[in-house]
């Protein structure tokens, strides 16, 4: 019985966000109502001393990084540059390779520090007109979007600013550079695969005379009447300056302070205690966010001041939204992790023997019912961290080595069709999930098959 109150707790949570109902409103009800069927007299206390803290614990540690990261987005897209980097890189590339062209586009601005929701809205006008002017059937451009947004530079390149790269250094006291080998072969393996396979698709539809369509929805405006006058130069210099602000943070910050530093002004009654290691990743990320959006206001403040405002509010509202919900999630995994049915479940994935492997199941099936990369792995950490921490060193593995592929596992099976994304994608691009999920979920099982390929190399080889 306790086993199905969980398992009915998350096809709950899973089942009303894919009617499309707030994760927010309803993650505390799925969580308090296995309470309620397990222990009645322990929803009060529960919900105040366990779902909240959690709640409340993960937005101190992560809400800066949602909204630097969405104001950073917004500066980016209103001062003009990320139009100015997609029409350059499309120049590079070639009209001819449109699939190529739009998967370096959103590699750009993902890794760059870019939310993937901001990268959608910014490069699918340029993907319309490309697919447009190469024949390509227009169901294609969703799974091309996935594969450079939601893959290899979300979780799997050392130093992503990604919040699914973020969250596993708050436990297992890594940085966003853990494992650097092995995430630059996993994202080698998705980016040629995930283009192979992309390629084929295109090569199928070409020989059975499918062109890009027509009576399409939402279609953009042609991308040669919006062009940009930004220099493609100083364009990319804000993604540079997150990139290399975050490296040499994530260096200079546990210099400075030291292991353990603690700060005493005039009012206090005791000293605050900052254990340093635990938090460096995150403010290198915030750091580095903000010199970047310095940079953007720096070459282009005239023209961002114009729609900053309405731009803001956009970007603040979004990071919340994004925050609270996975905060939720968050608080809904502390509480699930206490459950009879949750233990009978960590007992049972303890069978498997291998502790990445273990660690990479949880992971991605988890991030799989509830439809979030960051909700699922913020739900395994919270749940199984500890346990994971303890059978690697048993076994002499490194934490970055954990840190990589629990990020990696969390951009796997989240990609399932009520993934908040996935609507997004589908919604702005005009199309519907028996359209183009298809190839999304085919870009999915390969983000979920390089977990398997870095875990094989890492036992192969040692690398890290």
């Known amino acids: 019985m306790s086993l199905l109150i969980t398992v009915g707790a998350l096809l709950f949570l899973m089942l009303v966000a894919y009617r499309g109902y707030s994760v927010i409103l309803f993650a505390p009800v799925a969580a308090l109502g296995a309470v309620f069927l397990t222990d009645p007299s322990a929803v009060p206390p529960v919900f105040t001393g366990l779902f909240m803290e959690k709640m409340v ?3 101190k540690l992560y809400l800066p990084v949602f909204l630097l990261g969405a104001v950073f987005g917004k500066v980016i897209e209103i001062s003009g540059f990320s139009r100015a980097i997609v029409a350059s890189v499309i120049r590079v590339v070639g009209p001819q390779r449109a699939i190529m062209s739009i998967v370096c586009v959103c590699a750009v601005l993902t890794y760059g520090g870019v939310s993937l929701f901001v990268v959608v809205f910014a490069v699918y006008p340029f993907a319309a007109e490309m697919f447009r002017q190469g024949n390509i059937p227009k169901r294609l451009i969703p799974g091309t979007i996935a594969l450079g947004a939601f893959s290899f530079t979300m979780d799997a390149l050392p130093g992503t600013p990604q919040i699914q790269n973020i969250i596993p250094t708050s436990f297992f006291n890594t940085n966003t ?21 992309l390629e084929w698709r295109r090569r199928k539809a070409a020989a059975a005379g499918e062109g890009y369509g027509s009576g399409h929805s939402n279609e953009p405006e042609a991308a040669a009447s919006v062009g940009s006058t930004v220099s493609p130069w100083i364009a990319m210099l804000p993604l540079l300056v997150v990139g290399v602000g975050n490296t040499v943070l994530t260096h200079l910050i546990p210099k400075f302070y030291g ?57 603040v509202g979004g990071a919340l939204l994004a925050s609270l919900n996975t905060a939720a999630e968050y608080g809904f995994g502390a509480v699930i992790a206490t459950l009879p049915g949750f233990l009978l479940i960590r007992d049972a994935l303890k069978a498997i023997p291998n502790p990445l492997i273990n660690e990479a199941a949880t992971v991605t099936t988890l991030a799989g019912v509830t439809g979030s990369a960051s909700g699922g792995l913020s739900i395994a950490l919270a749940g199984m961290a500890d346990q994971f921490l303890a059978a690697a060193n048993a076994a002499g593995i490194p934490p970055e080595v954990l840190h990589r592929v ?56 040692g690398i890290v």
């Open 57 to 59: 614990g993960f937005v």
């Open 177 to 197: 550079w853990a494992a650097p080998w092995l995430g630059v072969i996993g994202g080698v393996f998705i980016l040629i695969v995930g283009l192979t396979y």
């Open 259 to 315: 292991a353990t530093h603690e700060t005493m002004l005039a009012g206090m009654k005791a000293p605050l205690v900052t254990q340093v290691p635990a938090i460096t990743a995150i403010w290198a990320v915030e750091g580095a966010l903000l010199l970047g959006i310095l940079t953007v206001l720096a070459f282009s403040f005239s023209t961002v001041a114009k729609k900053f405002a309405e731009g803001s509010k956009a970007a």
């Open 406 to 461: 629990a990020s990696m596992a969390s951009g796997g099976m989240d990609t399932l069709p009520h993934n908040g994304a996935v609507i997004t994608l589908l919604a702005v691009t005009g199309l519907t999930h028996r359209q183009a999920y298809k190839d999304i979920f085919a870009i999915t099982c390969i983000k979920t098959s390089a977990v398997g390929v870095v875990i094989a190399v890492y036992y192969a080889t």
